[in-house]
């Protein structure tokens, strides 16, 4: 099946109403490699299915010591 630019933007679209429906929202970051090669590490140590886990993961522990 050819991905014809209308059928990768409904893909993109379903994705997003799928993320929407979760409670979550999709963004995009221009990040220097050596922050996505911390995301990876951080990622592969923990054992996190994605580098948006790994991204979850670093917010609550700055959310945490922001509070304490």
Do not use: C, F, W
């Not at 979760?22 to 963004?27: F, T, V």
């Not at 922050?35 to 945490?64: C, H, K, M, W």
């Amino acid at each position: 099946m050819d991905a014809t630019p209308n059928t990768t933007i409904d893909k993109h679209r379903a994705y997003r109403r799928r993320l929407a429906a979760q409670g979550n929202h999709q963004i995009v970051v221009a990040l220097p490699r050596e922050i996505v090669a911390l995301l990876d590490e951080i990622q592969e140590r923990q054992g996190l299915p994605n580098r948006s886990q790994a991204v979850l993961q670093l917010i609550e522990q700055g959310r945490n010591a922001a509070q304490q």
